[in-house]
């Protein structure tokens, strides 16, 4: 009854949605409470954040994976270290915008953010490397000499 009586501000206003047969079982106020102050809906907001996160244009894999990795200590602070791993390891590979990335990042199989982000930055890198390659011709010029220099 004591803490009834002193809740003050928005916490008293809490104590109007309880049943009034309910305002001294310290469960059903406890558990209003934290429907009211406790951060459990912003879990539930960070986890509909990671289903929903897509790589943006001009976002580098690496601003991707970090709030990745923000929003995983928001959505899953709760869970055992393996098991947070894996599940930014998928999170990532499926907010990965480009469609080849993204599906050889995911055939690597990482087990956990930091490999899936090295894979893909590699993947990027060696794509870059290649289209770099393919714009190089050789040119074949006649000095006047009969011989031809390249």
């Not at 558990?31 to 102050?37: G, S, T, V």
């Not at 879990?43 to 894999?61: M, N």
């Not at 953010?113 to 390659?133: G, N, R």
């Not at 190089?136 to 006649?142: A, F, L, N, P």
Request: with cysteine; proline share 2%.
């Amino acid at each position: 009854m004591q803490l009834v009586t002193s809740l003050r501000g928005s916490a008293a206003e809490v104590l109007q949605g309880i049943p009034s047969n309910k305002t001294t079982d310290l469960m059903t106020i406890e558990n209003a409470l934290e429907a009211r102050f406790g951060d459990s809906h912003l879990t539930q907001f960070s986890r509909t954040q990671l289903k929903t996160r897509r790589q943006k244009p001009g976002e580098s894999l690496w601003v991707l994976a970090a709030d990745v990795e923000r929003l995983m200590s928001l959505a899953y602070a709760e869970c055992p270290r393996d098991v947070r791993d894996s599940l930014a390891a998928q999170y990532f590979v499926d907010a990965i915008r480009g469609e080849d990335t993204q599906h050889a990042t995911r055939l690597m199989d990482a087990k956990d953010l930091k490999s899936a982000l090295a894979y893909s930055m590699k993947y990027e890198a060696a794509k870059t490397v290649s289209k770099t390659f393919r714009n190089v011709r050789s040119i074949e010029v006649e000095d006047g000499t009969g011989k031809e220099k390249r």
